[in-house]
Nanobody, 121 residues
Framework: QVQLMESGGGLVQPGGSLRLSCTLS????????MAWYRQSPGKERELVAA???????DYADSVKGRFAISRDKAMRTTYLQMNSLKFEDTAAYFC???????????????WGQGTQVIVSS
């Protein structure tokens, strides 16, 4: 059973920062990628950032230069450092993990509750 647990969300003013964490636990063969998604009410879930392999990263255009994804060496925890937050960053944030060639939550559709980020003045 693979478990992913997000934390670190909260209420922040525009221009502020937050650091999200996602911890992977359970039994699995190998994790070689982790990613952050977000979803706002009435909108589709969107990929925010991903880190795969040795550290290759990819970001949504809307967060480039503001967000940074990182992970520990064991690929058990991923972080999303969010700076210069904007109102439009308000969303529930979720993480996913790539096991072999399969993105776990993307394939099974079970995204859990995520962690809520609210950017408000």
């Amino acid at each position: 059973q693979v478990q992913l647990m997000e934390s670190g969300g909260g209420l922040v003013q525009p221009g502020g920062s937050l650091r999200l964490s996602c911890t992977l636990s359970g039994r699995f063969v190998s994790a070689n990628g982790m990613a952050w998604y977000r979803q706002s009410p009435g909108k589709e879930r969107e990929l925010v950032a991903a880190i795969v392999g040795g550290g290759t990263t990819d970001y949504a255009d809307s967060v480039k230069g503001r967000f940074a994804i990182s992970r520990d060496k064991a690929m058990r925890t991923t972080y999303l450092q969010m700076n210069s937050l904007k109102f439009e960053d308000t969303a529930a944030y979720f993480c996913d993990v790539r096991l072999g060639s399969i993105w776990y939550r993307t394939s099974n559709g079970n995204w859990g509750q995520g962690t809520q980020v609210i950017v408000s003045s």
